[in-house]
């Protein structure tokens, strides 16, 4: 399983990014995937994740109303839509693919079992 993220770069506050996780396996295997983010000097944290139907979706308390994850199995894509950034979202993103947990969407980073490259994000004041 590989998962390729794509999207980031760099915004001012405010702005809009999409980021996109291409899965080189149907996405409707995983049971959840998830997006996390690493800033500098902090440890990787999770954003949102979506269960394997869509039906369930989680985000961190930081980014709720803000950000939207969404699925497309056909394209075995899974996106992140973040609007109104703020500086404090800068940062590192992964995507990561849990095989096993059921419906159950995790927030721990041990919990998911492939992960992504990461994309950079970078939000100016």
Do not use: H
């Amino acid at each position: 399983v590989q998962l390729q993220a794509s999207g980031g770069g760099l915004v001012q506050a405010g702005g809009s990014l999409r980021l996109s996780c291409v899965s080189s396996t149907s996405v409707s295997s995983f049971a959840a995937m998830g997006w996390f983010r690493q800033a500098p000097g902090k440890e990787r944290e999770f954003v949102s994740g979506v269960n394997w139907s869509g039906g369930s979706k989680y985000y961190a308390d930081s980014v709720k109303g803000r950000f939207t994850i969404s699925r497309d199995n056909a394209k075995n894509t899974v996106y992140l839509q973040m609007n109104s950034l703020k500086p404090e979202d800068t940062g590192v993103y992964y995507c990561a693919a849990d095989l096993v947990g059921g419906s159950y969407v995790y927030t721990e980073v041990g919990e998911y079992d492939y992960w992504g490259q990461g994309t950079l994000v970078t939000v100016s004041s």
